[in-house]
Antibody
Framework: EVQLVESGGGLVKPGGSLRLSCAAS????????MSWVRQAPGKGLEWVGR??????????DYAAPVKGRFTISRDDSKNTLYLQMNSLKTEDTAVYYC?????????????WGKGTTVTVSS | SSELTQDPAVSVALGQTVRITCQGD??????ASWYQQKPGQAPVLVIY???NRPSGIPDRFSGSSSGNTASLTITGAQAEDEADYYC?????????????FGGGTKLTVL
């Protein structure tokens, strides 16, 4: 069964840091492009960023609101995706979802984790 | 980045057909994909590409596109289709490496 399980969420003060993890199983993680998507309370979905497979260069891209503060990385030996979040702001409060990212000419996210909640508050 | 625009709310009578639309410049270059999200749950992909359904998605869900508008059609809506629906696509602004989401449409089945 294809599965993504996020962890690492919690309560953090503004300006603080947090690292989220996403454990993948049921597919060849090393070949997959992966992304993070977040959803603030009562709001819509917002793309955070993505990382290519190492075969395709392993590069990352980020949405403007998180660029320079968030870093996506992967450990293919552990089948795990990470999201390092620094300089957190109250507006980063959200459920964070890990997804696979199918990337041909078009992009779509075919597998989603259940999410992990990040709350940024003093 | 580009924007995708969706109607905030749509309703449909049980068993009738409903179309949910998504508009944006990115859709002139890329197909939209569509996600269903029920309360307290993660989104689920229901349509991708020109008009493709993942395994397990009922065939009452279909997608289409014209110009800068993509549509998700549910033919014979069921009570279990009541949910929020989001479109997204590859972002055609800048370096085309990002993703953009619509604001979501809340579907009510009456």
């Amino acid at each position: 069964e294809v599965q993504l399980v996020e962890s690492g969420g919690g309560l953090v003060k503004p300006g603080g840091s947090l690292r989220l993890s996403c454990a993948a199983s049921g597919f060849t993680f090393s070949n997959a492009w992966m992304s993070w998507v977040r959803q603030a309370p009562g709001k819509g979905l917002e793309w955070v960023g993505r990382i290519k497979s190492k075969t395709d260069g392993g590069t990352t891209d980020y949405a403007a609101p998180v660029k320079g503060r968030f870093t996506i990385s992967r450990d293919d030996s552990k089948n795990t995706l990470y999201l390092q979040m620094n300089s957190l702001k109250t507006e980063d409060t959200a459920v964070y979802y890990c997804t696979t990212l199918m990337a041909g000419t078009n992009y779509y996210m075919d597998v989603w984790g259940k999410g992990t909640t990040v709350t940024v508050s003093s | 980045s580009s924007e995708l625009t969706q109607d905030p709310a749509v309703s449909v009578a049980l068993g009738q057909t409903v179309r949910i639309t998504c508009q944006g410049d990115s859709l002139r270059s890329y197909y939209a994909s569509w996600y269903q999200q029920k309360p307290g749950q993660a989104p689920v992909l229901v349509i991708y590409g020109k008009n493709n359904r993942p395994s397990g998605i009922p065939d009452r869900f279909s997608g289409s596109s014209s110009g800068n508008t993509a549509s998700l059609t549910i033919t014979g809506a069921q009570a279990e289709d009541e949910a929020d629906y989001y479109c997204n696509s590859r972002d055609s602004s800048g370096n085309h490496r990002g993703v953009v989401f619509g604001g979501g449409t809340k579907l009510t089945v009456l």
